[in-house]
Nanobody, 122 residues
């Protein structure tokens, strides 16, 4: 099975940018389709962005559309989430996750990383 490890989180001022990375080991990400989720304190985990298995098609939550970009570097076996124009309400723990190919972008994900904290100050 695949293991996922996120990095790149931190503290940033509102309006700033961060790029999260999700490095995979154990299996190739070509076997999966990938997504990003987040969980803010006291809230349920929510969908942020996902890639189709091809690595070309994407899906974004309305709250991040136009500001966040998901991408994959298959050679590095790594998925990225570029986050621009960050808002205080983007503060959360961000998780990457893997699902089976050709399944619902917002559906069941079988493998999860441990998460990375993103804090956006006003």
């Amino acid at each position: 099975q695949v293991q996922l490890e996120e990095s790149g989180g931190g503290l940033v001022q509102a309006g700033g940018s961060l790029r999260l990375s999700c490095a995979a080991s154990g299996r190739s990400l070509r076997e999966y389709a990938m997504g990003w989720f987040r969980q803010a304190p006291g809230k349920e985990r929510e969908f942020v962005a996902a890639l189709g298995w091809s690595g070309i098609t994407t899906d974004y939550a309305d709250s991040v559309k136009g500001r966040f970009t998901i991408s994959i570097d298959s050679a590095r076996n790594t998925v990225y989430l570029q986050m621009n124009s960050l808002k205080p309400w983007d503060t959360a723990v961000y998780y990457c996750a893997a699902r089976l190919p050709f399944t619902d972008y917002r559906g069941k994900y079988s493998y999860w990383g441990q998460g990375t904290q993103v804090t956006v100050s006003a």
